[in-house]
């Protein structure tokens, strides 16, 4: 994976990060189903009248939507109204990197190298270590799970949007979200009914509302348009298992931006599992030196691997 290819990646998860931020806020006004179907209704008008459709098998598209759209932010957006701290969330969802691996090797037959298995078991023994500081003194175990479930949900996303291989991924990430607005609202409307609904719009008019709609826009343009339009690009170029693991540097930006601007301090067992889950993720996604001059001088050896599945040497 090449130098810059991994920039752009952590660019991705910084912006995610604090995406996390913006989830809160604007959870203060709209009730999680109706502020997701909000979020992903901002973007599906504009895509509609004018992007082009992806030239994308249809099921792919439809389950990129379902997985990254609906699933993820479904679970998520109801974990952290339900009491998941922000940090907090921000690290679980995490669990999207494993279960990418796993899912991308049972169902894609994808190999992951021995560097890069480790430099996820790393890392994902670092979510854990934060994940035990914080499980039980600030969230239940029902939004630890929903929270999970939405980590399984990007998943499927994640594994969706590689086999859709887009020629213009951002179109993809733009189509995406025509998916999930109207089962949202759905959701919305048999969940949290037409009276939650008509008072979070009636006091989304007033000036105390002003964070949540900033929220609002940051998740629908910086942490939807750019950072899930360079994700999908990442994905359709590299393996599931050498992109995914970037992702495990969300929680280290959710986290301080939360002990920052939310007051949510992190213990020091915190701060080490923080470590633990930058050092993986560095260390899956290393390159291994090839010996051979003859073979490390063919750009065209990263190609099969992108339409194959299979990991290159990490």
Same mark, same amino acid.
């Given at each position: 994976?090449?130098?810059?290819?991994?920039?752009?990646?952590?660019?991705?998860?910084?912006?995610?990060?604090?995406?996390?931020?913006?989830?809160?806020?604007?959870?203060?006004?709209?009730?999680?189903?109706?502020?997701?179907?909000?979020?992903?209704?901002?973007?599906?008008?504009?895509?509609?009248?004018?992007?082009?459709?992806?030239?994308?098998?249809?099921?792919?598209?439809?389950?990129?939507?379902?997985?990254?759209?609906?699933?993820?932010?479904?679970?998520?957006?109801?974990?952290?109204?339900?009491?998941?701290?922000?940090?907090?969330?921000?690290?679980?969802?995490?669990?999207? *990197?494993?279960?990418?691996?796993?899912?991308?090797?049972?169902?894609?037959?994808?190999?992951?190298?021995?560097?890069?298995?480790?430099?996820?078991?790393?890392?994902?023994?670092?979510?854990?270590?934060?994940?035990?500081?914080?499980?039980?003194?600030?969230?239940?175990?029902?939004?630890?799970?929903?929270?999970?479930?939405?980590?399984?949900?990007?998943?499927?996303?994640?594994?969706?949007?590689?086999?859709?291989?887009?020629?213009?991924?951002?179109?993809?990430?733009?189509?995406?979200?025509?998916?999930?607005?109207?089962?949202?609202?759905?959701?919305?409307?048999?969940?949290?009914?037409?009276?939650?609904?008509?008072?979070?719009?009636?006091?989304?008019?007033?000036?105390?509302?002003?964070?949540?709609?900033?929220?609002?826009?940051?998740?629908?343009?910086?942490?939807?348009?750019?950072?899930?339009?360079?994700?999908?690009?990442?994905?359709?170029?590299?393996?599931?298992?050498?992109? *995914?693991?970037?992702?495990?540097?969300?929680?280290?930006?959710?986290?301080?931006?939360?002990?920052?601007?939310?007051?949510?301090?992190?213990?020091?067992?915190?701060?080490?599992?923080?470590?633990?889950?930058?050092?993986?993720?560095?260390?899956?996604?290393?390159?291994?030196?090839?010996?051979?001059?003859?073979?490390?001088?063919?750009?065209?050896?990263?190609?099969?691997?992108?339409?194959?599945?299979?990991?290159?040497?990490?």
């Amino acid at each position: 994976m090449p130098i810059r290819h991994r920039l752009l990646a952590v660019v991705v998860a910084v912006l995610w990060g604090a995406n996390f931020i913006a989830i809160h806020a604007s959870l203060e006004i709209f009730p999680p189903f109706l502020c997701s179907a909000l979020r992903f209704f901002l973007m599906a008008i504009p895509t509609l009248l004018f992007v082009p459709r992806p030239q994308v098998p249809t099921r792919w598209l439809v389950g990129y939507g379902i997985g990254f759209g609906i699933l993820q932010f479904a679970f998520l957006y109801l974990a952290m109204d339900a009491g998941m701290p922000t940090g907090l969330a921000s690290l679980v969802l995490q669990s999207s *990197a494993p279960f990418t691996v796993v899912l991308g090797a049972l169902l894609l037959g994808e190999r992951l190298s021995p560097r890069a298995a480790a430099g996820v078991a790393v890392a994902a023994l670092g979510m854990a270590v934060v994940g035990s500081q914080r499980l039980d003194a600030q969230a239940g175990l029902l939004p630890f799970v929903l929270t999970l479930m939405a980590g399984l949900g990007w998943a499927i996303g994640n594994l969706a949007s590689r086999q859709a291989a887009a020629p213009k991924p951002l179109h993809l990430t733009m189509w995406m979200t025509v998916i999930p607005p109207i089962p949202m609202l759905l959701l919305s409307l048999l969940v949290e009914g037409p009276q939650r609904i008509g008072t979070a719009l009636a006091d989304s008019m007033t000036t105390a509302a002003i964070p949540a709609w900033v929220g609002l826009a940051y998740t629908t343009l910086l942490a939807t348009v750019v950072g899930s339009g360079i994700w999908t690009w990442l994905m359709a170029r590299h393996p599931s298992g050498t992109v *995914a693991p970037f992702s495990m540097l969300v929680p280290v930006t959710g986290i301080a931006l939360a002990w920052l601007l939310l007051g949510e301090v992190p213990a020091p067992l915190e701060l080490v599992g923080g470590a633990l889950v930058v050092g993986g993720v560095l260390w899956a996604s290393r390159s291994r030196r090839v010996s051979t001059p003859a073979i490390t001088a063919q750009p065209v050896t990263a190609q099969p691997s992108s339409r194959t599945g299979l990991t290159r040497s990490a």
